[in-house]
């Protein structure tokens, strides 16, 4: 079993950035690919990022450029890193830990309880 535990988030305002930190227990993650997901107020939970092995990265394309997925595997955590913040980005991001497929399609088998991200403009 993984456990996951998201943190980080908060109220920033447009432009800002914030750093999302993942947590895991209960095994080391370090031979997982991990994912960030986020789920917008009426909407369905996105695709955000994933990362396999020490960094080969994938983004969706809304933040692209802007994002940055990592990992820390003595510390049995993955990060995202979100520069210039935008109103659109505001949601509860969610860390997840992949239990089957191949890369870039995984079933996430593993999740966090999430931690909220409010952009204000």
């Known amino acids: 079993q993984v456990q996951l535990v998201e943190s980080g988030g908060g109220l920033v305002q447009a432009g800002d950035s914030l750093r999302l930190t993942c947590t895991a227990s209960g095994r080391t993650i370090t031979n997982f690919a991990m994912g960030w997901f986020r789920q917008a107020p009426g909407k369905e939970r996105d695709f955000v990022a994933r990362?396999?092995?020490?960094?080969?990265?994938d983004y969706a394309d809304v933040v692209k450029g802007r994002f940055t997925i990592s990992r820390d595997n003595a510390k049995n955590t993955v990060y995202l890193q979100m520069n210039n913040l935008k109103p659109e980005d505001t949601a509860v991001y969610y860390c997840?830990?992949?239990?089957?497929?191949?890369?870039?399609?995984?079933?996430?088998?593993?999740w966090g309880q999430g931690t909220q991200v409010t952009v204000s403009s």
């Open positions: 997840a830990a992949a239990i089957a497929g191949t890369w870039p399609k995984y079933t996430y088998g593993y």
């Open positions: 990362i396999r092995g020490p960094d080969t990265t």
